[in-house]
C-alpha cells in the first residue's frame, strides 16, 4: 500500500500531471477573466472585496460537501492557527490586489515576471528566515534573477515593482502556510472567511458613499462576479489533486506553464510594449528558471532514487 503512494501507477501518474496542466493553463488565463471584471467598471479593490466574499461563501460550500468541516472548526480553535492563517491571509490579498491592479493597468506582463521568479524568491526567502540550505545551482538562479530585476530597474528604466511585490508576498505567504499545515479545503475556508468582515465592510462603506458598481450590473455581468469564487477554487483543488498523483519534480517544472501563458496573453493579446532593452531583463530571469529547474528536477530524482 505505501509503495503505491510512493510510486504511483503510470495511469494515476499520467492523470496527475493532466489535473496539473489543467490548473496551470486555467492560472494562466487569469488576465482575460479579470480584465473582463475590471472592464465592468469595478475597480481592484471592488473586484478583491468581491473575490473574498464569494470565496467565502463557495469555501461554505466546498466545507459541507467534503465534509472536513470538523478539521475547520478544531482549527479555528487553535490561536496559534488563526493568528498564522490570519497573517497569511493578510499576505495573500496583498498578491491578490496586487495582481488585479496589475491586469487592469495593462502590466500582464510585469505580473507574468512576478510569477516566473516567485520559486527563486521563495528559496531566497526561506534561506533567509527559516535556515533551509540553498545549493549552488539555486544560488546562481537567485543570482541571475537579481541580475534581471537591476536590468530593468536601472537599464531600462522599468522598475518591475509588480513583480516584485507578487514573488515576495507569495514567498511570505508559503511561509506562513509551511508553518501551520491544513488540508486544501478547510485552509482555503479559514484564509477567505478571515478576510471576509474586511470585505463586506468595505463594500457596505463603498455602498454608503453610493460608490458601490455591483447593484448597477446587468445579471451576466453579476453572474460573472459570482463566479469568482469558484475561479479561484476550482484551480487550487485540481492542484492538491494533482500533487496526490504526481511527483513534485513534475510540478516544479509544469509550474512555468502559467506565466508563460500570461506572458504571451500580454504581449500578443493585450499588445503590451515589450522592447529589446527589457528583454535582455527578461531573459536573465528565464535563465535562472531554468537553472532553478534543472537543480530542482536533478534533487528530486537523487533523493527518489535513494
Given at each position: 500500500?505505501?509503495?503505491?503512494?510512493?510510486?504511483?501507477?503510470?495511469?494515476?501518474?499520467?492523470?496527475?500531471?493532466?489535473?496539473?496542466?489543467?490548473?496551470?493553463?486555467?492560472?494562466?488565463?487569469?488576465?482575460?477573466?479579470?480584465?473582463?471584471?475590471?472592464?465592468?467598471?469595478?475597480?481592484?479593490?471592488?473586484?478583491?472585496?468581491?473575490?473574498?466574499?464569494?470565496?467565502?461563501?463557495?469555501?461554505?460550500?466546498?466545507?459541507?460537501?467534503?465534509?472536513?468541516?470538523?478539521?475547520?472548526?478544531?482549527?479555528?480553535?487553535?490561536?496559534?492557527?488563526?493568528?498564522?492563517?490570519?497573517?497569511?491571509?493578510?499576505?495573500?490579498?496583498?498578491?491578490?490586489?496586487?495582481?488585479?491592479?496589475?491586469?487592469?493597468?495593462?502590466?500582464?506582463?510585469?505580473?507574468?515576471?512576478?510569477?516566473?521568479?516567485?520559486?527563486?524568491?521563495?528559496?531566497?526567502?526561506?534561506?533567509?528566515?527559516?535556515?533551509?540550505?540553498?545549493?549552488?545551482?539555486?544560488?546562481?538562479?537567485?543570482?541571475?534573477?537579481?541580475?534581471?530585476?537591476?536590468?530593468?530597474?536601472?537599464?531600462?528604466?522599468?522598475?518591475?515593482?509588480?513583480?516584485?511585490?507578487?514573488?515576495?508576498?507569495?514567498?511570505?505567504?508559503?511561509?506562513?502556510?509551511?508553518?501551520?499545515?491544513?488540508?486544501?479545503?478547510?485552509?482555503?475556508?479559514?484564509?477567505?472567511?478571515?478576510?471576509l468582515p474586511f470585505a463586506l465592510l468595505y463594500?457596505?462603506?463603498?455602498?454608503?458613499?453610493?460608490?458601490?458598481?455591483?447593484?448597477?450590473?446587468?445579471?451576466?455581468?453579476?453572474?460573472?462576479?459570482?463566479?469568482?469564487?469558484?475561479?479561484?477554487?476550482?484551480?487550487?483543488?485540481?492542484?492538491?489533486?494533482?500533487?496526490?498523483?504526481?511527483?513534485?519534480?513534475?510540478?516544479?517544472?509544469?509550474?512555468?506553464?502559467?506565466?508563460?501563458?500570461?506572458?504571451?496573453?500580454?504581449?500578443?493579446?493585450?499588445?503590451?510594449?515589450?522592447?529589446?532593452?527589457?528583454?535582455?531583463?527578461?531573459?536573465?530571469?528565464?535563465?535562472?528558471?531554468?537553472?532553478?529547474?534543472?537543480?530542482?528536477?536533478?534533487?528530486?530524482?537523487?533523493?527518489?532514487?535513494?
Amino acid at each position: 500500500m505505501n509503495n503505491k503512494r510512493k510510486h504511483p501507477t503510470q495511469t494515476e501518474a499520467k492523470l496527475g500531471i493532466s489535473l496539473a496542466v489543467g490548473c496551470y493553463l486555467f492560472w494562466g488565463a487569469f488576465p482575460l477573466y479579470w480584465d473582463v471584471l475590471t472592464g465592468f467598471g469595478l475597480g481592484p479593490d471592488q473586484v478583491l472585496a468581491q473575490r473574498i466574499v464569494w470565496c467565502s461563501v463557495f469555501a461554505l460550500f466546498l466545507l459541507a460537501v467534503s465534509k472536513q468541516y470538523k478539521v475547520f472548526l478544531a482549527a479555528i480553535t487553535q490561536p496559534n492557527v488563526l493568528f498564522v492563517f490570519f497573517l497569511s491571509a493578510l499576505t495573500l490579498s496583498v498578491n491578490w490586489m496586487t495582481y488585479i491592479y496589475g491586469i487592469s493597468i495593462h502590466r500582464v506582463l510585469d505580473t507574468s515576471l512576478g510569477y516566473f521568479m516567485s520559486p527563486i524568491v521563495s528559496i531566497l526567502l526561506a534561506r533567509l528566515f527559516v535556515g533551509e540550505r540553498i545549493n549552488r545551482s539555486q544560488l546562481l538562479a537567485v543570482i541571475l534573477a537579481g541580475a534581471g530585476v537591476v536590468w530593468l530597474a536601472f537599464l531600462s528604466g522599468d522598475f518591475p515593482w509588480l513583480a516584485l511585490i507578487l514573488s515576495g508576498t507569495w514567498g511570505i505567504y508559503s511561509l506562513f502556510r509551511k508553518k501551520v499545515r491544513l488540508a486544501v479545503i478547510p485552509g482555503f475556508a479559514l484564509e477567505t472567511l478571515l478576510m471576509l468582515p474586511f470585505a463586506l465592510l468595505y463594500l457596505a462603506w463603498l455602498n454608503h458613499q453610493e460608490m458601490l458598481v455591483f447593484s448597477g450590473l446587468s445579471t451576466l455581468q453579476m453572474s460573472v462576479v459570482v463566479s469568482t469564487g469558484v475561479v479561484t477554487a476550482l484551480p487550487l483543488l485540481l492542484f492538491a489533486a494533482a500533487v496526490k498523483r504526481s511527483s513534485l519534480g513534475t510540478i516544479s517544472i509544469l509550474q512555468y506553464i502559467s506565466p508563460t501563458i500570461q506572458f504571451l496573453i500580454g504581449l500578443l493579446i493585450m499588445n503590451e510594449a515589450f522592447d529589446l532593452t527589457r528583454f535582455f531583463g527578461y531573459l536573465l530571469v528565464w535563465l535562472a528558471v531554468i537553472v532553478f529547474s534543472v537543480s530542482s528536477f536533478r534533487q528530486y530524482k537523487k533523493s527518489h532514487h535513494e
